[in-house]
C-alpha cells in the first residue's frame, strides 16, 4: 500500500504565514513612507518591532530584495531602495507598456462582465481625484487622500489584469507593482496628474464599453505613456 507523503507539515505551513505576514507589515511600512530612502533595516530591529524571532524578516527581506523595495549591502545588511532613476524608470514603464496595453486587448472580449466592477473603481477613483484637488487649492497637507487616490488607481488596472483570466500576466502585473508604489510614494506630495490620469482612465473605460479591443489598447498605451511624462516630470530635482 502507497502512503501519501504531504509536501508541507503544520509547523512548515505555520512558518510561511508567519513569514508571509511579516512581509505584509514591512512592505506596508516601506510604501506608506514609515521609512525614508537610503535608511538602514536592522533585521533585529523589525524583529523585535513585530515581536517574532529575526527569521521570518530575514526570509521576508529576501523577498523585498527581489521587488527592489530594499537592497542588500555585504557585510552591512539591507537597506531602504533609493528613487528610481531615469534610466529605472525607462525601464519600467516600458514593462508597463507591454503588459497593460496587452492586458487590455486579452481582457475585451470578456469585459461585460467586469464592466460593473470597472465602473465602480473609476466612480471612486474620481472622487479621490477631487480630494487631492481640493486639498491642494486649499493648501493642505494631500498626502493621506493621495495615498487613497493612488489605491483606487491600482485597483483599477489591477481588476483589468484579473478579468484577463491569466495567472501569469497577473503575476508580473503584481511584481511590478511595489515598484510603482515606490516611484508613487516620490512624487506622492506633489502629484497635478489626478485629472488627467481620470480622464485617460474614462477613455479605456469607454473603449471597453463598446467592446472595441483595438480602441482600448491604444487608450491604455495614451494612458501609460502620458504617467511615464508626468512621472518624468514630477520625480525630476527642482531647481
Known amino acids: 500500500m502507497t502512503t501519501t507523503r504531504l509536501p508541507l507539515r503544520v509547523g512548515e505551513i505555520e512558518r510561511r504565514g508567519l513569514r508571509d505576514r511579516v512581509y505584509e507589515l514591512i ?4 510604501l506608506t513612507g514609515g521609512v525614508e530612502p537610503g535608511s538602514r533595516l536592522s533585521i533585529d530591529t523589525l524583529a523585535k ?6 527569521t521570518p524578516v530575514r526570509e521576508a527581506m529576501v523577498q523585498l530584495e527581489r521587488t527592489g523595495l530594499v537592497t542588500r549591502e555585504a557585510l552591512k545588511g539591507y ?3 533609493p ?3 531615469p534610466q529605472e524608470l525607462t525601464e519600467l514603464f516600458d514593462a508597463r507598456v507591454m503588459l497593460e496595453v496587452e492586458a487590455a486587448r486579452l481582457v475585451t472580449p470578456r469585459v461585460e462582465a467586469l464592466l460593473p466592477q470597472l465602473r465602480d473603481a473609476h466612480e471612486l477613483h474620481g472622487a479621490w481625484a477631487q480630494q487631492v484637488t481640493e486639498a491642494m487649492t486649499q493648501g493642505a497637507d494631500s498626502t493621506p487622500v493621495t495615498q487613497e487616490y493612488f489605491a483606487a488607481d491600482a485597483a483599477f488596472h489591477r481588476a483589468i489584469f484579473e478579468g484577463t483570466a491569466n495567472r501569469f500576466l497577473l503575476a508580473m502585473h503584481d511584481d ?3 515598484l510603482t508604489h515606490r516611484l508613487r510614494q516620490a512624487v506622492i506630495r506633489g502629484v497635478h496628474d489626478v485629472e ?3 480622464a ?3 477613455r479605456v473605460l469607454e473603449a471597453f464599453e463598446r ?7 491604444d487608450a491604455m498605451r495614451a494612458h501609460i505613456e502620458g504617467v511615464r511624462t508626468r512621472s518624468m516630470r514630477d520625480a525630476a530635482p527642482q531647481d
Open 196 to 198: 488627467e490620469a481620470h
Open 49 to 54: 518591532q513585530l515581536d517574532v524571532s529575526p
Open 83 to 85: 528613487p528610481l532613476g
Open 79 to 81: 537597506r531602504v531602495a
Open 200 to 202: 485617460e482612465h474614462g
Open 211 to 217: 467592446g472595441d479591443a483595438a480602441a482600448a489598447a
Open 27 to 30: 512592505l506596508d511600512m516601506l
Open 176 to 178: 511590478l507593482g511595489a
